[in-house]
Nanobody, 123 residues
Framework: VQLQASGGGLVQAGGSLRLSCAAS?????MGWFRQAPGKERQFVAA????????DYSYSVKGRFTISREDAKNTVYLQMNSLKSEDTAVYYC????????????????????WGQGTQVTVSS
């Protein structure tokens, strides 16, 4: 599966951005991780294909919304009320295993990574 992410950019604090990720095939779970300079890669959000279940990290819950369009094998991340601490490279992810949802918070659940898209929030 190949993942092509887009939509990153520079935005002022309080603004919004929408990330998109097009996949070349189906996955049980799709999601987003992010990595800020000098920090470990961390879970942001995930969505399952079977039930459309969603989950978010505590830091983005209530501000970010993940959704998917299965007909296009595309996942979106709508980011509102952005903060400077949201600045990071955002990676689209796909999990192909049936238990991928159980390990969604871990990078070990990811079978495929997108190329990353930079999100910069200025304060």
């Amino acid at each position: 599966v190949q993942l092509q992410a887009s939509g990153g950019g520079l935005v002022q604090a309080g603004g919004s951005l929408r990330l998109s990720c097009a996949a070349s095939g189906r996955s049980y779970v799709m999601g987003w991780f992010r990595q800020a300079p000098g920090k470990e890669r961390q879970f942001v959000a995930a969505i399952s294909r079977s039930r459309g279940s969603t989950d978010y990290s505590y830091s983005v819950k209530g501000r970010f919304t993940i959704s998917r369009e299965d007909a296009k094998n595309t996942v979106y991340l709508q980011m509102n009320s952005l903060k400077s601490e949201d600045t990071a490279v955002y990676y689209c992810t796909a999990g192909q295993r049936s238990d991928s949802w159980s390990y969604r918070y871990s990078t070990e659940s990811v079978d495929y990574w997108g190329q990353g898209t930079q999100v910069t929030v200025s304060s």
